[in-house]
């Protein structure tokens, strides 16, 4: 199974917004609705911040939102703040018990 | 709270094999299956494949066959990877990760385990 297809980079400044892509196939992320998003800061673990699309694990700001259309997954980080600069990955549930990450996108805070 | 602690880092010489393991605490172990994942430096995150708690039945991603084996000590509430015959490209960060909804998405992780390949 091939990985997800991401931008390898977006930028915003402060209070802006920023929203990356995560392209796949109707074979997974078209196919289910099991499209999750992780932030990862340099040095330290992947920190799940939407799961199903849509929903958000308590704790993570209502900032992030996700969404689905076709076989496109995209996270919007509003109001972008300092510490939101981080690695961004997707994954998609794709059937037969396997999952398939995106290949990550680095967002800079300008 | 619930939580993933793994073993510490490694260093390994060419052909040898590594064992890393993934302690859960705060909930009951044989409820959720267990991901592995692997971050080769400055690369992306990749899906090794994960294993059924319950059944100890293990699921490989391509690529991650072979090499690769996923264990358990219930009895711990311990996970383990063992890597074989390792060869430089091992060199990664390696996490544990929970399952979440049957295995569609993954949520608490560990802190990673760093092994590396140099003669």
């Known amino acids: 199974q091939s990985a997800l297809t991401q931008p390898p980079s977006a930028s915003g400044s402060p209070g802006q917004s920023v929203t990356i892509s995560c392209t796949g196939t109707s074979s997974d992320v078209g196919g289910y609705n099991y499209v999750s998003w992780y932030q990862q800061h340099p040095g330290k673990a992947p920190k799940l911040m939407i799961y199903e699309v849509t929903k958000r694990p308590s704790g993570v700001p209502d900032r992030f939102s996700g969404s689905k259309s076709g076989n496109t997954a995209s996270l919007t980080v509003s109001g972008l703040q300092a510490e939101d600069e981080a690695d961004y990955y997707c994954t998609s549930y794709g059937g037969s018990s396997n999952l398939v990450f995106g290949g990550g996108t680095k967002v800079t805070v300008l | 709270q619930v939580q993933l602690v793994q073993s510490g880092s490694e260093l390994r010489k060419p052909g040898a094999s590594v064992k890393v393991s993934c302690k859960a605490s705060g909930y009951t172990f044989t409820t959720y299956g267990m991901n592995w994942v692997r971050q080769a430096p400055g690369q992306g995150l990749e899906w090794m494949g994960w294993?059924?708690?319950?059944?100890?039945?293990?699921t490989h991603a391509q690529g991650f066959t072979g090499r690769f084996v996923f264990s358990l000590d219930t009895s711990l509430s311990t996970a383990y990877l063992q890597i074989s015959s390792l060869k430089a490209e091992d060199t990664a960060v390696y996490y544990c990760a929970r399952e979440l909804l049957g295995g569609r998405s993954i949520d608490i992780w560990g802190q990673g385990t760093t092994v590396t390949v140099s003669s």
């Open positions: 294993i059924d708690t319950n059944t100890g039945t293990p």
